[in-house]
């Protein structure tokens, strides 16, 4: 049974690869005879295997796994397309350079817009995963470090591949199974690049400039189609008929020269002015403090002044060290893999001006403190004590064993994901916005439950009564 599992996994995988051969841009191979170069070939092996395999697997899944993992095959697809036109062409303008991206571009935002549309879907893990981790295809824009940018794409999945991994490690090995195939694929994807396209995308020496006809069809977007094009212009305007006012041009024409011909006769039509109303003969009209009437002054933009010198932002090491009782996590920049192990009972952790990094703290520990960071991720066991969030924009807490307490200060967006072991945590906030707690049903997946903002306080006659208002839920 076993043998013939793994045989049908194998003509899953090279049908796979056949189909994504013969998608969009599978067929345009490279040169007249059909072969392609080593780096193309290269990257089929990609399609061909982890990508395959991912695809096979999101087929099992279905529903909404199966449609998004189509939306990124179109995504490899446009890819593989751009790499056979670097291959064959040399570097284009940044122009032209913006023409190739845009398919690999469409097909990214694509991804990014279902997951936005099924934020309600029982597999938003699944979808969010993918989000969160599809724009490393954009590697092939950066230079000329674009290896680390897709490790950082993919640490970005984790948080919520992890999320899949604990839903689903003791129900169905194949979510298990979908996770390895999809984590692989970046994997895979920062080896190829190592080894072809070390400093960005490798064009080709001879040949042609890349011109924008050679990029590949973008991915159909399924909306209305354009528009027909405009009509002729209008017919030009006919001065020699009458005008809707009911007189002709000509006889205007008319009247203006039977004015210019009254020549001194003209001035009688004009009012007369009295000596007293005339300044040279009455002096005292001048030392009046009339106003002088100005007409409106035209707008103009604010005149460009030069900007003063901004002071040199001040860039400090990142730390991690544990100092003392203290674990100390400073000055973190796009780190996931921030992992603090071996914790005893009596030691603190103090995360301080981190951004866009993921923190797991693993054993029991006394408490936690998160000052002054930024899409911060935070993933703990237990904490004895207590867990801070001060001064903080838009960060996730994960519990994933027990918490007696949890504070929000001057924090604009939390999410907090409680375990079924720490429903009891008391959760206390203050001048915070955009709470929101998450609690785990039986099924394995979460609620969220929006945290009051606003309250309403009012004198029952021997102390103030304050209540959230119905307005914050």
């Known amino acids: ?23 969009p841009g599978g067929s345009a191979g490279g040169s007249a005879g059909g072969a392609v170069c080593a780096y193309v070939e290269a990257f089929d092996e990609i399609v061909g ?6 695809l096979s697997l999101s087929q099992q899944i279905g529903g909404d796994v199966q449609k998004h993992a189509e939306m990124v095959k179109q995504g490899f697809s446009s890819q593989r397309q751009l790499l056979i036109t670097a291959s064959t062409s040399q570097k284009p303008s940044d122009t032209v350079m913006t023409s190739l991206l845009q398919p690999v571009s469409k097909a990214i935002q694509q991804v990014q817009s279902f997951r936005e549309q099924n934020r309600s879907s029982p597999l938003f893990n699944h979808l969010s995963a993918v989000s969160e981790s599809v724009p490393a295809l954009g590697w092939v824009a950066m230079a000329p ?10 640490d970005a999945a984790m948080f919520y591949t992890n999320r899949v991994l604990k839903d689903y490690k003791e129900k169905d090995k194949k979510h298990v199974d979908w996770v390895k ?3 692989n694929i970046w994997t895979e994807l920062q080896n190829y690049i190592k080894q072809h396209h070390t400093t960005g995308l490798t064009w080709s020496k001879s040949g042609p400039v890349a011109s924008a006809s050679a990029a590949p069809p973008s991915a159909p977007a399924g909306g209305c189609p354009p528009p027909p094009p405009p009509g002729p212009p209008p017919p030009p305007m006919d001065l020699s008929g009458p005008s809707g006012g009911g007189d002709s041009t000509a006889d205007k024409r008319n009247e203006l020269f039977a004015s210019i011909n009254k020549g001194s006769d003209i001035t009688k039509g004009l009012k007369h002015v009295s000596d007293d109303q005339k300044t040279h003969k009455n002096p005292n009209l001048r030392t009046q403090g009339a106003p002088v009437r100005t007409g ?12 003063a010198a901004a002071p040199p932002t001040r860039t400090l090491p990142p730390v991690l060290e544990l100092d003392g009782k203290k674990w100390k996590v400073e000055n973190q920049e796009g780190v996931q893999d921030l992992v603090i192990q071996n914790t005893e009972l009596k030691q603190v952790v103090y995360a301080f001006k981190c951004n866009k990094s993921t923190l797991q703290v693993k054993g029991k520990i006394n408490s936690i ?26 960060v996730k807490v994960q519990v994933m064993g027990k918490v007696p307490t949890i504070s929000i200060n001057k924090t604009d967006g939390c999410h907090v994901y409680l375990s079924s072991d720490s429903l009891s945590c008391e959760i206390i906030s203050a001048k915070s916005s955009e709470m929101n707690v998450l609690v785990p049903n039986k099924d394995g997946e979460f609620t969220e439950i929006p945290v009051p903002e606003q309250f309403k306080t009012v004198w029952d006659g021997k102390k103030l009564v304050t209540t959230a208002t119905e307005i914050a839920g």
């Open 296 to 307: 409106p002054k035209p707008f103009s933009s604010p005149s460009a002044r030069p900007a």
């Open 145 to 154: 470090k674009p290896c680390p940018y897709v490790k950082e794409m993919q």
């Open 181 to 183: 195939a999809y984590i």
């Open 369 to 394: 403190t998160v000052d002054n960071c930024k899409k911060m991720g935070l993933v703990f066991d237990d904490v004895v004590g207590i867990v801070e969030i001060i001064n903080c924009k838009d």
């Open 1 to 23: 049974m076993a043998e013939l599992v793994s045989l049908v996994q194998r003509l899953e995988v090279a049908v796979g690869r056949l189909e994504s051969m013969s998608g």
């Open 49 to 54: 295997g982890p990508v395959a395999q991912y």
